[in-house]
């Protein structure tokens, strides 16, 4: 795909992996295609988002700074909870302005749910793992640390989540905080997450020809740290994991692994629970013009508003 081509509104998912990875690498992040996306549009045409403050932050991460967004809206009747919330793209893409970050984001603010949203290194070039899992442990460690200050919570009532590759290395962190023997956030919302290597196959060996295999071996880094489980939380144990919250889609290819996520927790005696969404297909929650995502948005709020 040439630059031209993506100004034109080329959709860069349509490419095979390694294209549309060789074009990040040399072009950056594509042209929002969308024009009613950005903050002042998705305002107008919800005005519960009205109130909504967003702040910019940067997180200063082991691998260089990351920025971060806190958003409130202190009109909103507290749910005494608060959400760091990390973004997918695959591992190779996504930013802070993306409805799956920016857009779900004011929405759980506009419902009493403050939300601090993150970015991280991409795994482009030389970049693997641990990178970007080191930059969503560091937001993490940022926010408990300032709770009270960004989003108006003491640590304890602070959840974490994300969606897709967000949802993977949230998954990941709050297995490497449990086996460093740190405090775990108060809940994990994982949204469509690829908590295994082949995420359409999870516990058969990784195809290398899926897409989603290429997708976590870039990731990964070898093919020995596909089998690692702080790389990919479904490999491992649920022991000790807090209360969560996995949403799978119905048409999603990454279903079978979000499901088996669940299981596993479950098997361990993890309070899991698991929100279908019928008609959904992967990232639903990235197009506010679908008619799933806002019931999924929904979904979220209301296991939140739970546990308080």
Aim: glycine content about 10%; some cysteine; overall charge negative.
């Amino acid at each position: 795909m040439t630059e031209t081509q993506a100004e034109a509104g080329f959709d860069i998912r349509s490419l095979p992996f390694p294209e549309a990875l060789r074009w990040l690498r040399e072009n950056g992040e594509p042209a929002e295609r969308r024009r009613d996306v950005d903050t002042e549009s998705l305002r107008r045409r919800f005005p519960r988002l009205a109130d909504v403050t967003v702040t910019d932050r940067v997180v200063h991460a082991p691998h260089g700074p990351q920025p971060a967004r806190i958003y409130r809206d202190d009109m909103a009747t507290s749910s005494g909870r608060a959400l760091v919330w990390v973004h997918g793209g695959a591992f190779m893409g996504g930013y802070l302005d993306m409805p799956e970050s920016n857009w779900v984001a004011l929405e759980l603010a506009a419902r009493g749910i403050p939300v601090f949203a993150v970015d991280y290194t991409k795994c482009l070039g030389d970049v693997h793992y641990p990178v970007p899992s080191d930059d969503v442990l560091a937001a993490w460690e940022y926010a408990r640390e300032h709770s009270a200050e960004l989003l108006g919570v003491e640590p304890g009532a602070l959840l974490l989540g994300g969606a897709s590759a967000g949802g993977t290395l949230t998954a990941g962190a709050v297995a490497r905080l449990r086996d460093a023997g740190a405090e775990v956030p108060a809940g994990l919302v994982s949204v469509y997450p690829a908590a295994h290597p082949d995420g359409g196959r999870p516990g058969e060996i990784p195809d290398p020809a899926s897409a989603t295999t290429q997708i976590a071996l870039n990731f990964a880094g070898s093919p020995e740290m596909l089998a690692d489980p702080h790389v990919f939380a479904g490999l491992g144990s649920g022991e000790c994991f807090p209360p969560t919250l996995v949403v799978v889609c119905e048409h999603d290819g990454l279903r079978p692994s979000g499901e088996a996520f669940a299981a596993m927790l479950a098997e361990a005696g993890v309070d899991v629970r698991v929100h279908l969404e019928l008609g959904a297909d992967h990232a639903h929650i990235n197009e506010p013009a679908d008619p799933t995502a806002l019931p999924t948005i929904e979904a979220i709020a209301d296991w939140i508003g739970a546990r308080a």
